[in-house]
C-alpha cells in the first residue's frame, strides 16, 4: 500500500485525484446541470460504476497479481490482497466525494444524498476488487477470454443484482425527506458479498 502511494505520488500532485478524477466532475457537473431531474444524480452513480467495467484490469490489484513481489513478500495472504486493494477504495472514496458533492452543489439536493451515494460508489469498487479475487480464482491467471466474458457477464449480474433490485424497492417505500437511505441496501450488500469473496478466496496468493 505505501508502495502504492508512492507511485501515486509520482503520477499527480494530489494523491487519488487525476485526470479521472476531473473529466467525471465535470461531467457530473454539466450531466446534472442540463438534466434537472431528481433522478439525476443516481444516474452519475450508475454511470461511474459501469465505467469500472472497463477499468477492472487496469486495477492496482489486477496489476499486483501479475507481479512477483505480492507473492513472495511475508505475511497472510488475505492480509495482502486486502492492502493491494486498499488504494483503489480510497481513490473512490475521494473520486466520489469529489463527483457527488459538485454534482449536488450544481443541482441544489440535499449533501447528505451525495455523502450516501459517495458511500455506494465507495462499496462497489470494493465489490468489483473482490471480483477480481473471485475471476482469478476460478479461471486462474490465463483464462479461456470467451469463458471468462460469458461467467464474468454471469457473475456480475448475480453479485450486483440483490443490491439494486433491494435499492429500488426501498427507494419506493421511503417519504421524500429521508430518500437518501435509498441507497443504504446496495451500498450493505455490496459490502456483505465483497466480505464473503475475501473470507472464501483470500487464501488466493497462497494456492498460486
Not at 505480492?70 to 495482502?80: C, E, N
Not at 450544481?106 to 451515494?117: E, H, N, P, Q
Not at 435509498?182 to 488466493?204: D, E, H, R
Amino acid at each position: 500500500f505505501y508502495r502504492d502511494l508512492l507511485e501515486r505520488r509520482r503520477t499527480s500532485r494530489i494523491p487519488f485525484i487525476n485526470g479521472y478524477t476531473i473529466f467525471a466532475t465535470i461531467g457530473a457537473g454539466v450531466f446534472v446541470y442540463f438534466m434537472k431531474e431528481s433522478f439525476a444524480l443516481y444516474t452519475v452513480l450508475g454511470f461511474l460504476i459501469y465505467m469500472q467495467v472497463f477499468m477492472i484490469n487496469l486495477s492496482q490489484l489486477a496489476q499486483e497479481l501479475k507481479r512477483p513481489y505480492i507473492y513472495l513478500l511475508p505475511g497472510k495472504s488475505l492480509a495482502k490482497l486486502f492492502y493491494a486493494t486498499l488504494g483503489n477504495i480510497v481513490k473512490a472514496g475521494v473520486d466520489g466525494l469529489c463527483v457527488f458533492v459538485v454534482a449536488s452543489l450544481i443541482s441544489k439536493t440535499s449533501i447528505v444524498l451525495a455523502l450516501f451515494l459517495a458511500i455506494a460508489y465507495v462499496a462497489a469498487v470494493s465489490l468489483f476488487s473482490s471480483y477480481t479475487i473471485l475471476l482469478r480464482r476460478i479461471f486462474g491467471a490465463q483464462p479461456n477470454k470467451i469463458v471468462e466474458v460469458l461467467v464474468s457477464i454471469i457473475l456480475f449480474i448475480i453479485l450486483f443484482s440483490p443490491g439494486i433490485v433491494l435499492s429500488i424497492v426501498v427507494a419506493g417505500l421511503l417519504p421524500a425527506s429521508i430518500e437518501f437511505l435509498a441507497t443504504l441496501p446496495f451500498t450493505l450488500s455490496c459490502l456483505a458479498v465483497t466480505v464473503l469473496i475475501y473470507l472464501v478466496c483470500g487464501n488466493l496468493i497462497d494456492k498460486a
